[in-house]
T-cell receptor
Framework: EADIYQTPRYLVIGTGKKITLECSQT?????MYWYQQDPGMELHLIHY???????EKGDLSSESTVSRIRTEHFPLTLESARPSHTSQYLC???????????FGSGTRLTVV | GQQVMQIPQYQHVQEGEDFTTYCNSS?????IQWYKQRPGGHPVFLIQ?????EVKKQKRLTFQFGEAKKNSSLHITATQTTDVGTYFC??????????FGTGTRLLVSP
C-alpha cells in the first residue's frame, strides 16, 4: 500500500549528538516537506523539496539540514542536538499538481 | 509574510452540539485545504476548496470558501466524540507552498 513512513517513532538523545530522522514515501510524490510541531500547536515548515536535488529552507529557522538524492527519500539531519530541538517532526509529501498533503506518523524527539 | 489565523483557538462542546471554526488569511488564496489531527496523531487531509463561494459537504461536515477567497469555515453538525481533535486550515497562494493556520482544538464531552 502506498504510504509515507517515518523512523524512528520516538527518540531520546543526549545534547551534542548527531541524528538523522528518516522519511520515505512510496506514492511517487515529487514534493516533500518537513514540519516541526509542539504538542497541540501550529505546524512550522522547516524544509521542503520539489524534486531530486532540490531543497529549500522553510519559514521557521532551523539548524537542521536535508537532502533529496532519491525521489522517495527525504532525511533530516541535526548535526548537534540541543534541548531546544525537543519537538515532534512531521514529514509530508504531495503531487506537483497540488491537492492534499499526506503526512507521516511523525518522530517525537527529546533531547536531554 | 502571509498569515492564516483560526478562531476559536479551543472549543469544548457537548456531544450533539454544533461546532464551527473560522479561518482568515491576510492574502487572497488560490485554494484552501482542511486537515484533522487526532490527539497524538498526525494531520489527515479532509478536503480542498478552489472556487470563490464554494461549499462542500462530507456527511456532518460542511466546508465553505469565502467570496473573496480570503476566509473559510468548517461546520460540524451534531458533534460526536469521534470528532475530537485539532482542525487546521491551510492556504495556498499559488506559489505551491501551503501556509497552515493556527488550528482549532475541539473537545467533545459525551
Amino acid at each position: 500500500e502506498a504510504d509515507i513512513y517515518q523512523t524512528p517513532r520516538y527518540l531520546v538523545i543526549g545534547t551534542g549528538k548527531k541524528i538523522t530522522l528518516e522519511c520515505s514515501q512510496t506514492m511517487g510524490h515529487d514534493k516533500m516537506y518537513w514540519y516541526q510541531q509542539d504538542p497541540g500547536m501550529e505546524l512550522h515548515l522547516i524544509h521542503y523539496s520539489y524534486g531530486v536535488n532540490s531543497t529549500e529552507k522553510g519559514d521557521l529557522s532551523s539548524e537542521s539540514t536535508v537532502s533529496r538524492i532519491r525521489t522517495e527519500h527525504f532525511p533530516l539531519t541535526l548535526e548537534s542536538a540541543r534541548p531546544s530541538h525537543t519537538s515532534q517532526y512531521l514529514c509530508a509529501s504531495s503531487h506537483l499538481g497540488g491537492h492534499g498533503y499526506t503526512f507521516g506518523s511523525g518522530t517525537r524527539l527529546t533531547v536531554v | 509574510g502571509q498569515q492564516v489565523m483560526q478562531i476559536p483557538q479551543y472549543q469544548h462542546v457537548q456531544e450533539g452540539e454544533d461546532f464551527t471554526t473560522y479561518c482568515n488569511s491576510s492574502t487572497t488564496l488560490s485554494n484552501i485545504q482542511w486537515y484533522k489531527q487526532r490527539p497524538g496523531g498526525h494531520p489527515v487531509f479532509l478536503i480542498q476548496l478552489v472556487k470563490s463561494g464554494e461549499v462542500k459537504k462530507q456527511k456532518r461536515l460542511t466546508f465553505q470558501f469565502g467570496e473573496a477567497k480570503k476566509n473559510s469555515s468548517l461546520h460540524i453538525t451534531a458533534t460526536q466524540t469521534t470528532d475530537v481533535g485539532t482542525y487546521f486550515c491551510a492556504g495556498n497562494t499559488g506559489f505551491q507552498k501551503l501556509v497552515f493556520g493556527t488550528g482549532t482544538r475541539l473537545l467533545v464531552s459525551p
